[in-house]
């Protein structure tokens, strides 16, 4: 089975630049989170979804941050404007709602704002 | 207070050994209860759930204490694949998972 599928893997680019990650949650998943890890903060949720409505997204550290998610099948976190203190490994991950079920986790975009 | 707070480690121990790590959690509502596994610069990686009577995964042993808000994880004649950070995870209503800053183990040789 496919599991959580991001893309990019990576991405550098220079501040100012619009930046947009991709994820495609584990087919049947229900809820969809955005994490982003640093050394400093460790693993933070941003916002997360639940049957395509956004349900909270208390972590989303500014307005330069947006997600959406349009269908049961696809999210993007947006960061526009882009700013060097972005730089983190950003996490999707997806999970089905019922009785807390546990999160599987897309292999990250590691992003680097020069 | 963190939510979610767990030994600091580094925790450096021989092939062989047993391992214990610790966590505890301050919201007495919280329904669900993880421990992951994260290798560096991967993504983590679900470990065990944790239930309230313990559970056993081949050499691996979660504890839950629901009085104390207290989990732990056991891991009897370490490998050095088991070599990661180990993070503990509690989840709340509606499904929002809290982690824990996670706790680095090195198994040496």
């Known amino acids: 089975d496919a599991g959580v599928i991001q893309s990019p893997r990576h991405e550098v680019t220079e501040m100012g630049q619009e930046v947009t990650l991709r994820c495609k949650p584990i087919s049947g998943h229900n809820s969809l989170f955005w994490y982003r890890q640093t050394m400093m903060r460790g693993l933070e949720l941003l916002i997360y979804?639940?049957?395509?409505?956004?349900?909270?997204d208390s972590g989303m550290p500014e307005d330069r941050f947006s997600a959406k998610m349009p269908n049961a099948s696809f999210s993007t976190l947006k960061i526009q404007p882009s700013e060097p203190r972005d730089s983190a490994v950003y996490f999707c991950?997806?999970?089905?709602?019922?009785?807390?079920?546990?999160?599987?986790f897309g292999d990250g975009t590691r992003l680097s704002i020069l | 207070r963190k939510e979610v707070e767990q030994d600091p480690g580094p925790f450096n121990v021989p092939e062989g050994a047993t391992v214990a790590f610790n966590c505890t959690y301050s919201?007495?509502?919280?329904?669900?209860f993880f421990w992951y596994r994260q290798d560096c610069r991967k993504e983590p990686k679900l470990l065990m759930s944790v239930y309230s009577s313990g559970n056993e995964d081949g050499r691996f042993t979660a504890q839950l204490n629901r009085a104390s808000q207290y989990i732990s994880l056991l891991i009897r004649d370490s490998k050095l694949s088991d070599s990661a950070t180990y993070l503990c995870?509690?989840?709340?209503?509606?499904?929002?998972?809290?982690f824990g800053q996670g706790t680095e183990l090195s198994v040496k040789p």
């Open positions: 919201n007495s509502a919280s329904q669900s």
């Open positions: 991950a997806s999970s089905y709602n019922r009785g807390n079920q546990p999160q599987h």
């Open positions: 995870v509690v989840s709340n209503q509606g499904g929002k998972l809290i």
């Open positions: 979804f639940n049957n395509n409505v956004p349900i909270d």
